[in-house]
Nanobody, 118 residues
Framework: QVQLEESGGRLVQAGGSLRLSCAAS????????MAWFRQAPGKEREFVAQ???????SYAGSVKGRFTISRDNAKNAVYLQMNSLKFEDTAVYYC????????????WGQGTQVTVSS
């Protein structure tokens, strides 16, 4: 069982930067795939970025080159550095975890609100 808690969301101007953090519980954190998803008002939840247990990353096309996902296994933490923010990045951002061997993400945080003003 993994519990996730996001932090760092706030109001920021377009073009600015923001770093989201996710604190995870659990002794086997280092073996989990971790990801960030987001959901904008009136839209479906969408994938943003993921990082494997051996730090291989992948990104949605809309954020590639602007966002960076990273993890610190010693701190049971995952981060999302967001640069060159755009109005369309406004959403609730969720930290998500997937256990080894699982096809889907099983554990979700409560989300943190990111609002980008144009």
């Amino acid at each position: 069982q993994v519990q996730l808690e996001e932090s760092g969301g706030r109001l920021v101007q377009a073009g600015g930067s923001l770093r989201l953090s996710c604190a995870a519980s659990g002794r086997t954190f280092s073996s989990y795939f971790m990801a960030w998803f987001r959901q904008a008002p009136g839209k479906e939840r969408e994938f943003v970025a993921q990082i494997s247990s051996d730090a291989i990353t992948s990104y949605a096309g809309s954020v590639k080159g602007r966002f960076t996902i990273s993890r610190d296994n010693a701190k049971n933490a995952v981060y999302l550095q967001m640069n060159s923010l755009k109005f369309e990045d406004t959403a609730v951002y969720y930290c998500v975890a997937k256990a080894p061997g699982r096809l889907q993400y099983d554990y979700w945080g409560q989300g943190t609100q990111v609002t980008v003003s144009s």
